[in-house]
């Protein structure tokens, strides 16, 4: 049998953990938060944060989200000193399902930025749900 003192003090460890779990819900330990195409849609109505299109040239004339800037993935690390005043400002990253902006995220939160929001299923989802695409 488990004496009551440690009963308490293992339940009282029990509920910090999962307060700190509910205080960090959706973040991810790489420094980036995954948000779904209706919460992008609300960061971008109320925060006007930059809006990072990490796909290709041509995949960005094919469509995009309205006021997006170009930065192709493969060349980001390289560009990096392009956004250095968004350092501390909200960031969206997308790509067309996720992958490569989850990849950017990784980069921008190790190069030192702090609000990163990843667009998870990226512009495909976006547009299946029917929100604008600049064409």
């Known amino acids: 049998m488990i004496p009551t003192i440690y009963f308490r003090n293992l339940l009282l460890l029990l509920l910090l953990l999962g307060i700190a779990s509910a205080a ?3 973040n991810t330990p790489q420094g980036y938060r995954d948000l779904s195409s209706d919460q992008a849609r609300v960061l971008i ?17 094919m469509g995009r989200i309205a006021n997006s800037v ?34 950017a995220a990784h980069l921008l939160a190790a190069n030192g ?23």
């Open 70 to 103: 170009l930065i192709p993935v493969r060349e980001l690390r390289g560009r990096l000193s392009e956004l250095t005043a968004y350092r501390d400002r909200d960031i969206l990253i997308y790509c067309a399902t996720g992958a490569r902006s989850v990849a």
């Open 113 to 135: 930025f702090n609000r990163i929001y990843n667009l998870k299923r990226g512009i495909h989802d976006w547009a299946r749900q029917r929100f604008p695409v600049v064409r």
């Open 24 to 26: 960090n819900a959706g």
């Open 45 to 61: 109505d109320t925060e006007d944060p930059l809006i990072l299109d990490v796909r290709t040239p041509w995949e960005f004339r």
